[in-house]
């Protein structure tokens, strides 16, 4: 395993809320990148990362911001939340070719 | 750009049966093909993956998957599955270009295993 951490697991929030999620890695892996996954769409690159402070977007990053300040660290905001970011967001780090470390998912309920 | 289709979203087998599950990507270039399996309220872990070479690849926990670039296709099999197999699966790609290529998943299907 990577060593992958979520947090938090699980939420639930309010419509209009800002949620941040947090994905902490202790590989020193370089690129991570958040999914979220839903029924019928399995998952969508939201936001990635290739190195400090270097994002850019994926195919649904509407709605979302990252920041990544340190190697190990990767965040993921809603800035105001909408009850179709209801999902699970999985956070991934990459060793080699195509093989991404999942975390084990963040669970965000938006009322 | 890469594209990945599962062609069933279900699949329901009885215990010690084969299974074979369907994946068909397109691409305009060379590729690199995966399968991840996600069991209930876990994250996703690696099966197998095709980088080059023999085009049948063996995976973790008996499965395997063959590569056959003129039907686009890498669909996964076991002889015989467990209880234990009842999971999702998926099938990504990502393309062998240079700089950052991003990995490519299917809808996922999910593999049913009954007694």
């Known amino acids: 395993d990577a060593g992958i951490t979520q947090s938090p697991r699980h939420k639930v929030t309010e419509t209009g809320t800002p949620v941040t999620l947090r994905c902490h890695q202790t590989e020193n892996h370089r690129y991570m990148y958040w999914y979220r996954q839903d029924p019928g769409h399995g998952l969508r690159l939201i936001h990635y990362s290739y190195g400090v402070k270097d994002t850019d977007k994926g195919e649904v990053s509407d709605g979302y911001s990252v920041s990544r300040s340190k190697t190990e660290d990767f965040l993921l905001t809603l800035e105001s939340a909408t009850s179709s970011q209801t999902s699970v967001y999985f956070c991934a780090t990459h060793r080699e070719a195509g093989e991404l470390f999942f975390g084990e998912g963040s669970r965000l309920t938006v009322l | 750009a890469q594209s990945v289709t599962q062609l069933d979203s279900q699949v329901p087998v009885f215990e010690e049966a084969p299974v074979e599950l369907r994946c068909n990507y397109s691409?305009?270039?060379?590729?690199?093909l995966f399968w991840y399996v996600q069991y209930p309220n876990q994250g996703l872990q690696l099966l197998l993956k095709y980088l080059s070479g023999s085009t049948l690849v063996k995976g973790i926990n008996g499965f395997e998957a063959e590569f056959n670039k003129s039907q686009t296709s890498f669909h996964l099999r076991k002889p015989s599955v467990h209880i234990s197999d009842t999971a999702e699966y998926f099938c990504?790609?990502?393309?062998?270009?240079?700089?950052?290529?991003?990995?490519?998943f299917g809808t996922g299907t999910r593999l049913l295993v009954s007694p």
């Open positions: 691409s305009s270039v060379s590729v690199y």
């Open positions: 990504a790609v990502l393309g062998g270009g240079t700089g950052f290529q991003k990995l490519v």
